[in-house]
């Protein structure tokens, strides 16, 4: 007779009930679902800015600077590059 106070699994019984694991389960899955909407709008925030920056916006300002004028040039040396 084999029953479940005799058997060697006896001590492996479950801590939580089958339906606490499910809820647990459930709440984990749509705690990553928002984490994984919530990162996809801010991915398609980041895209559309990004387009919005570089499809000549009239708010995109170019800068324009000023010459560079070289004052010194560096001896020139045997050395070998790398």
Same mark, same amino acid.
């Given at each position: 007779? #084999?029953?479940?106070?005799?058997?060697?699994?006896? $001590?492996?019984?479950?801590l939580l009930?089958?339906?606490?694991?499910?809820?647990v389960a459930?709440?984990?899955?749509?705690?990553?679902?928002?984490?994984?909407?919530?990162?996809?709008? *801010?991915?398609?925030?980041?895209?559309?800015? *990004?387009?919005?920056?570089?499809?000549?916006?009239? $708010?995109?300002?170019?800068?324009?600077? *000023?010459?560079?004028?070289?004052?010194?040039?560096?001896? #020139?040396?045997?050395?070998?590059?790398?």
């Amino acid at each position: 007779m #084999n029953t479940t106070e005799t058997s060697p699994f006896a $001590a492996f019984q479950p801590l939580l009930s089958t339906s606490s694991r499910i809820a647990v389960a459930l709440v984990v899955a749509g705690v990553l679902a928002l984490a994984s909407i919530g990162a996809q709008r *801010a991915s398609h925030q980041a895209v559309q800015t *990004a387009a919005e920056s570089f499809s000549g916006h009239p $708010a995109h300002v170019q800068a324009t600077l *000023a010459p560079v004028q070289i004052v010194v040039r560096r001896a #020139n040396t045997d050395a070998k590059r790398i």
